[in-house]
């Protein structure tokens, strides 16, 4: 099923994609989840025009990329490594932003039925603003 289709449908139990989660970040996790850090700083990124929609996680792959296209040119083969690190790097960005959909979708689930369910801790783990 889609995401537009399940928030028509199903809004109570689809996570809103402009919305920041709804649950705290380490509900129902033993351990401390590592936070995501930006190695790229914003001058770099404005200084190397890096377009908007390439500003994420890897950016800094992206720069060491371009620097290295840029030193090889025009023998781009030469930088194979460089491009398979980033494209890695984007592989696993895709997949943590996808895991934390789906973890938030779950949990949106398992509150919706303990809610339906009258349990007293139905809002367990959610962020109180």
């Known amino acids: 099923m889609g995401h ?3 928030e028509y449908v199903a809004p109570e139990t689809t996570p809103l994609r402009d919305k920041p989660s709804q649950f705290e970040p380490h509900f129902g996790f033993t351990t401390e989840r ?3 850090k930006m190695i790229a700083s914003l001058a770099e990124m404005e200084s190397a025009k890096v377009p908007l929609d390439a500003r994420d996680f890897c950016t ?3 720069l060491n990329l371009r620097g290295c296209i840029r030193e090889h040119f ?8 460089e491009r398979e690190e980033y ?3 984007q592989y696993h960005d895709y997949l943590d932003r996808m895991k934390d959909y789906e973890r ?3 949990l949106l689930q398992r ?3 303990l809610r339906q369910g009258g349990a007293p801790n139905a809002e367990e783990g959610t962020i109180s603003a």
């Open 74 to 81: 025009p023998f781009n083969h030469h930088c194979h490594h």
């Open 34 to 36: 590592r936070e995501k």
């Open 111 to 113: 509150r919706h039925q």
């Open 4 to 6: 537009t289709w399940s």
């Open 104 to 106: 938030e979708k779950r």
């Open 60 to 62: 800094h792959m992206l």
């Open 87 to 89: 494209y890695e790097c």
